[in-house]
């Protein structure tokens, strides 16, 4: 596996097998946070 760090802020790129992780799991924390984010909103808003 290589590593490459020129995308910018926190996208340090982990390519295994031709697969980025580091992408899909940045991707599926984001959204998680995003939904998380948006519960809470909601909850407060009551």
Request: include cysteine; aromatic fraction near 10%; charged fraction near 15%.
């Given at each position: 596996?290589?590593?490459?760090?020129?995308?910018?802020?926190?996208?340090?790129?982990?390519?295994?097998?031709?697969?980025?992780?580091?992408?899909?799991?940045?991707?599926?924390v984001?959204?998680?946070?995003?939904?998380?984010?948006?519960i809470?909103?909601?909850?407060?808003?009551?």
């Open positions: 596996p290589y590593v490459t760090g020129n995308h910018g802020r926190h996208s340090t790129s982990i390519i295994i097998k031709g697969f980025d992780w580091a992408q899909v799991i940045t991707y599926t984001n959204l998680v946070l995003d939904c998380s984010g948006s809470i909103e909601h909850e407060l808003r009551q």
